[in-house]
């Protein structure tokens, strides 16, 4: 009961003395004296308020005030020890207020927390470059000038640090804005080719309004790559290599009959800036168009495109203008030399020929064989030979041959299979056609003929002789009451007209049709009277050869025989050199080489035999004919002035003549017509294309010629 009459007691005296107080403060001025408070800019995330309560003109400490205090207008909180804590205060600005009971309004105090450090941005005009000076740009994240700030008086006091070949140059430093952005030059070693550069910020130089010191962190770092050397690009394309020997010169080929291998790709020795399409309008090829390969860059330094829409049979040069390149440093890419190659998805096809045609009686008879494009490895062992033997072998070059083969057969077949040989681009052939000719002996019926017709001309040549001869001398002793040239001139008509008739039939032999066997052999033994002679220096057969010690057989030749012949060296001496080991490298072949080794020849075979030019254009009978016109003719002209002479030199003594006859000649011109003409005709028909047409036409006007002039 007593404790509770105290409590009562207590509780009456303080409200009694804050109504006092209370009405005395209201008549004197009441103030808040900060002690202690925070920085108005603080790194710390803490703040400690210690204050005091003044009255009476900031002079007596009021202990008995009843004081409430608040942060950021949260909710009061009492704070009679006039000392408040704040702990893990967030960044930015706070208001602390001191509120009086009994009073209004408060005392606030404001001030702004930073615990974040100032930093810099250092960037540069480009990570990669080539140039002597690169721009570097310094930018901080906020104003910091404690300490003295950023600076860059000299290369040894700047606090921008340069680690590697270069060095700041302190003249270009720039203030894009004050205490935030800053610019200046780094000067790259020109002793230098390559290399990279550091550059970085200071460590603690200066410090924020806070008291934050300067903190460097990933940004404030930058590397500089440079390098001045050479941009070299390697084409590369995924067609074979081949070491040939090509004019006895060691030469690189390249060719494919791969569709798969039609792909090119280029490797840059820098990472470039151009993009994929960027650098396919810098490629261009001669055949097709350039698909691009998707696949790894490896770092904008490796590009692939792909040959489409190629014909079967091209040569493929794929240029690159380097000059649109640039690599990440800046500079141009170094011109790199063209790629040709050639392209060939055709396979060679073969052709064979004989100047004899279907038929022979020639015991050795000449082959040609003819590709359609050059071949590599073939050899006599690819000739597959029935009823015959093969003499002799001649590579003419490397898309024609010729081969001799003795008949021993009434019919004989030749034939190259299939897959014998390839050409450059590893095509295999294809096969030829089977050739056939027959071989036949002169008939009797064609010789005998011939032979009856030649001594009917000579007899009738003896007898024209002999009546002239007769008839002249009759004519001289007037045994004729009438005398009449007619006497001497009937015989020669007819020798002349039996001439006529026996080279017309010899003359057609050259018909460019299909005669029968024995009408051939027999105007063949009437050629004599156009004529038609071996010239003096032919020796031997028709057909040269040349003949070698190197021979081989295979499994497709059909030389069983036991028999060492000789085959044939090749006219120009080209190894095959596809093994080779020295040399290592070659020359490649340009565009118009390719196309003169290799595409220009493909071209159908013709019948032509290619070891002796002579005997497929006719300048070998073209050649008899003439000499033997010549030949004849001149001594026909000689004849005529010896007997011209002699007749002079007779009638210079009058006195020794006596009358022992006359002696008549044949007019020289209708002799010399009638042996020229035919001889003309053969000549001219050989050297002209469509051998028919031109004997028809050369045989009409002959026979109209004799018959004139003999009538």
Known sequence: MGLLKLSWLVLSCWVLSLLLFGAHCKDEEVSVKFLKAPHPFSHRNTATFVFQILVGGN?????????????????????????????????????????INGYQGCTPYNWTIDTVPPTAYVTASTPFTNALNVTVNITFSESCTGGGGFGCSSTNTCNLLVYGAGQVIPSSFTILQPNVEYSLLVSLSPAVMFGRVILVMDKDFCTDTAGNSFLRTANSSFYVHFDRRNVSVDLR?????KLLQLNSETRTVQATSNYGNLKVYLYFSEPVLNSSVEILNSLSTSHGALLPIHGQSLGNRRFGFQIANVPTIAVITVVLN?????????????????????????????????????????????????????????????????????????????????????????IISVNIPQNATGDVAG???????????????????????????????????????????????LQSVQAFSRPSSLLTSDPTR??????????????????????????????????????????????????????????????????????????????????ETLNITAPVYALPLTAMEYMSFFESQNLKPEADYAADPQHSNGWRDF?????????????????????????????????????????????????????????????????????????????????????????
């Open 322 to 410: 380097s000059g649109s390149i640039i690599s990440r440093p800046g500079t141009s890419v170094s011109p790199i030399a063209p790629v040709t190659f050639l392209y060939d998805s055709q396979r060679p096809s073969v052709r064979l020929s004989t100047i004899t045609g279907a038929r022979t009686r020639q015991h050795r008879i000449p082959v040609s064989i003819v590709f359609t494009e050059p071949v590599f490895g073939f050899n006599s062992s690819f000739v597959s030979i029935s009823g015959g033997l093969l003499q002799s072998f001649l590579e003419i070059s490397r898309s024609k041959y010729t081969v001799e083969i003795q008949a021993n057969d009434e």
């Open 427 to 473: 095509n295999r052939n294809l096969a030829s056609n089977a050739l056939q000719v027959r071989h036949y002996s002169v008939p009797m019926i064609s010789s005998v003929p011939s032979a009856f017709a030649t001594a009917c001309f000579l007899a009738t040549s003896s007898a024209a002789g002999l009546l002239t001869l007769s008839a002249a001398s």
């Open 623 to 711: 050649d008899r004919c003439m000499f033997w016109l010549a030949l004849i003719g001149g001594c026909l002209v000689l004849l005529h002035a010896l007997l011209i002479f002699i007749l002079k030199f007779w009638n210079q003594n009058p006195e020794k003549l006596r009358d022992y006859g006359a002696l008549t000649f044949p007019r020289f011109e209708i002799f010399l017509a009638i042996l020229a003409l035919p001889c003309i005709c053969a000549a001219s028909a050989t050297i002209i294309r469509g051998t028919m047409h031109a004997y028809f036409f050369l045989l009409k006007p002959l026979t109209q010629f004799c018959f004139a002039e003999l009538e």
């Open 59 to 99: 002079v007596n400490n009021c202990t008995n005030c009843s004081v409430s205090c608040r942060l950021d207008g949260g909710p009061s909180s009492d704070c009679g020890a006039r000392k408040v804590f704040y702990g893990n205060l967030q960044d930015g600005n706070h208001a602390f207020e001191v509120c």
């Open 494 to 575: 007819n020798l002349f007209r039996s001439a006529c008739y026996i080279q017309i039939f010899a003359l057609s032999k050259w018909l460019d049709i299909t005669l029968p066997v024995e009408y051939y052999e027999f105007a063949r033994g009437l050629q004599w009277s156009i004529p038609y002679l071996s010239l003096p220096w032919e020796s031997g057969g028709v057909y040269p050869t040349i003949v070698g010690p190197n021979s081989s057989t295979g499994p497709n030749s059909h030389i069983s025989n036991a028999q060492n012949f000789g085959f044939s060296k090749s006219m120009q001496v080209e190894e």
């Open 237 to 241: 394309i995924h067609v074979p290599e």
